[in-house]
T-cell receptor
Framework: NAGVTQTPKFRILKIGQSMTLQCTQD?????MYWYRQDPGMGLKLIYY???????DKGEVPNGYNVSRSTTEDFPLRLELAAPSQTSVYFC???????????????FGPGTRLTVL | TQLLEQSPQFLSIQEGENLTVYCNSS?????LQWYRQEPGEGPVLLVT?????EVKKLKRLTFQFGDARKDSSLHITAAQPGDTGLYLC???????????FGTGTRLTVIP
């Protein structure tokens, strides 16, 4: 199993450009998550999904959109990139919802995005 | 404001020393997890604690969940260079589904 894969690994955008960060998991997990990690700030939840066709906002959803058409894929869309979106983005998946023994989140390797 | 505050933010110690990392909040959590993250990679789960006062051991790492389920600690005995990394605590508030991550503690163990 590849686990959680993310593409691209690195990307530089100009202000106002758009892009989609791809995330795929092959563990048949229902739950998927997008986080951003800023220096010294830990991870903050952007969006999450509890299954195909169902998504919900996290702590910092503004400026992002998501879709979940299949169990495997959970792309994150930036419509109008801004410098404040410079960050490292992590996708994660879990078999069940967070919390409780055994409800581990599996993370991808991350996408480092710079907006200039 | 951060829901979970970790201290210290940075820690640099010599191989063989002991250390403790703290994760504190004013909120109650139904469970708390500790992750370790290495440069260029995503976090990897170390342990989950779910009961107030619970203590779990993972080789040289000891994790404790506070009695009131508002805080947690990670103690490492005889630190090794392989322990170097970013340690993150993450908690689920009672009635919620999402993990809130702490600010992280960056540990460097010098050979």
């Amino acid at each position: 199993n590849a686990g959680v894969t993310q593409t691209p690994k690195f990307r530089i955008l100009k202000i106002g450009q758009s892009m989609t960060l791809q995330c795929t998991q092959d563990m048949n997990h229902n739950y998927m998550y997008w986080y951003r990690q800023d220096p010294g700030m830990g991870l903050k939840l952007i969006y999450y999904s509890v299954g195909a066709g169902i998504t919900d906002k996290g702590e910092v959803p503004n400026g992002y959109n998501v879709s979940r058409s299949t169990t495997e894929d959970f792309p994150l869309r930036l419509e109008l990139a801004a410098p404040s979106q410079t960050s490292v983005y992590f996708c994660a998946s879990s078999y069940r919802s967070s919390g409780g023994a055994g409800n581990e989140q599996f993370f991808g390797p991350g996408t480092r995005l710079t907006v200039l | 404001t951060q829901l979970l505050e970790q201290s210290p933010q940075f820690l640099s110690i010599q191989e063989g020393e002991n250390l403790t990392v703290y994760c504190n909040s004013s909120s109650v959590f139904s469970s708390l997890q500790w992750y370790r993250q290495e440069p260029g990679e995503g976090p990897v789960l170390l342990v989950t604690v779910v009961t107030g006062g619970e203590v779990k051991k993972l080789k040289r790492l000891t994790f404790q969940f506070g009695d009131a389920r508002k805080d947690s600690s990670l103690h490492i005995t005889a630190a090794q260079p392989g322990d170097t990394g970013l340690y993150l605590c993450a908690g689920v508030q009672t009635g919620a589904n999402n993990l809130f991550f702490g600010t992280g503690t960056r540990l460097t163990v010098i050979p």
